[in-house]
């Protein structure tokens, strides 16, 4: 029979899984088990509203079997099963193959354990076997096919007999070698562990048959007690969903273990929530705010969205509702009895109660993302690292509906400290006379706070915000203002602070400010005596709303619109360079010329703007010194 190959990508992480050494070989029970109970799901789920399943919530469960001697181990589930079709598309490829990305983009990392950060499902029984089969019916089909495969070299479908609908896994476990050990797989106690450590909340039973030698019933006290070796049916799992647990009763471990392997997480979370909440809709809910951003959190393989079950039925994997998109980091799972079961989906999106538990979920997140800020500093400036981006967005969206609930989550870098400060902060260190929340846009802090029209600001003693992203400006723009303070970015003419230089009278420079200006023609749009220039001669300021950030930002991302912010040369009449270029004036306009050109160009270099003639400017400045 021909064997047919794995997909390319497939292949190359069968390999990678079979040759490596890997200290968490015992997961593939784990995924083996969680693959088992998302197929009952599925026969579950139909079972409510299809009669013919015949099979009611009871009925459902896994069994492990123990072969020591012919070193089989198998996981049997009576849930929805494959057919062939199924077998080729699922088992023949990897059906996220995100961990096999993450691995090549992180090549160097070797020491990072993907199978144990991600689970790489049933890939990885070829970590612990050297042959693989699986038999199944699927739901509603004749046939029953067998799938087998020995590991890299390919597999083979063929077709089978099997009388229940469900899946049989047989492992055939590897052969111990001086430095791996599989045999501890075939061990009772082993595999028992195994479900208690990383499957106890499956919400089926998953039994064994436990053998033990026990004294016979009532030989026990007798002179000469009778032992005998008795099989037993145990159920190894507690299948209480870990949400359901009171939250004193579950360690962080497991709930971090439930994290990592119910959403494919790696990361610690940066906060565990749970909320049990009892009114018009009842519903208890686990979720996660995650410290790290997903690998693949802004590519369009990201699902938002939260598990809903209906007491303890999964109904819907992502329930893209609950959960408003300026929270869409949250993973988590909600669980209420209210949601009626054989509900359809397109009728529970339009539920009022899923709106209920979102708007009152949304409400939780939100206030606990504030007493993280309060209570525990360094890890919610960890989370506003990774996800600050999204709450900007969060403000900016809907035409700023959600910018009261959001704006005091923010963080921003400012001239303050090296550290990050809330706009509450900020409000709290305002002198009285400060009548403006300012702020300054740019690359990164360090360049900001040299853009000279910080200076008049700073020279003040007042705190400017530091706009390094470039959604920030936008969010600043969406705020208007927080709690009756506006804000006022550096670059305006009204500082609202007096100038520090005694202002020039206008005539005075009227003549050298329209030389620049024909000088420099339509390379800018204004030159300007300025008011708040103190010890640096130039700057360069945007003019019309749009600042040289937000210019950037849209020619990235739209070339051909041509955006550009309108520029404004500020001059510093008070400045010995600019006095010099203005006595050159009729005496020398040759020369004058060149300094408007070097005054032009610094001004550029300043704000972070590309020169047009950079060696040109270069001949220019060498020519006058
Ligand atoms: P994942 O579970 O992350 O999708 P896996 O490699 O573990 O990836 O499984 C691939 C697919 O194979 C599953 O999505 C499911 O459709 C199918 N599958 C695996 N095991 C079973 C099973 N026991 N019963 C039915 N389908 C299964």
Known sequence: MAKKQFKSESKRLLDLMINSIYTHKEIFLRELISNASDA????????????????????????????????????????????????????????????????????????????????????????????????????????????????????????????????????????????????????????????????????????????????????????????????ERETLNSMVPIWQRPRKDVTDEEYEEFYHNKFMAFDKPAKVITTSVEGVVTYKALLYIPSKTPFDYYTKDYKKGLQLYSSGVLIMENCEELLPEHFRFVKGVVDSQDFSLNISREVLQRDHQLKTVANTLEKKIKNELSSLLKKDRETYEGFFNEFGRQLKYGIVSDYGMHKDNLKDLLMFPSSNSDKLTTLSEYLDRMPEEQKYIYFATGENADSISKLPQTEPVLNKGFEILYCVQDIDEFTLQTLAEYNGKQFRSVDSDDLGIEPETPEEAPEDSSDALKFVRDVLGDRVSEVIASKKLVSHPVCMTAKGGISFEMEKYFNAMQPEAGMKAQRCLELNMNHKAVKAMKDLIGKDDEKAKKYAEIFYNQALLIAGLPIEDPSGYADLVCELM
């Open 40 to 231: 009952i799901d599925k026969l579950c789920f139909l079972s409510l509203t299809d009669d013919k399943v015949g099979l009611s919530r009871e009925d459902f469960r896994v069994f492990i079997k123990l072969d020591k001697e012919n070193r089989e181990l198998i996981i049997e589930d009576n849930g929805i099963g494959m057919d062939k079709d199924d077998l080729d598309k699922n088992l023949g490829t990897i059906a996220s193959s995100g961990s096999y990305r993450f691995k090549q983009e992180n090549e160097k990392a070797d020491d990072i354990d993907i199978i144990g950060q991600f689970g790489v499902g049933f890939y990885s029984a070829f970590m612990v076997a050297d042959k693989v089969d699986v038999l199944t019916k699927k739901y509603g089909a004749d046939s029953a096919y067998v799938w087998s495969s020995s590991g890299a070299d390919g597999y083979t479908i063929r077709e089978a007999d099997k009388d229940s609908v469900g899946t049989v896994v047989r492992l055939h476990i590897k052969e111990d070698t001086d430095n791996e050990h599989y045999s501890e797989f075939l061990e009772q106690y082993r595999i028992s562990e195994l479900v208690k450590k990383y499957s106890d909340y499956i919400r089926y039973p998953i039994m064994m048959d436990m053998s033990r030698t026990k004294a016979k019933e009532g030989t026990e006290d007798s002179e000469k007690p009778e032992y005998e070796t008795v099989t």
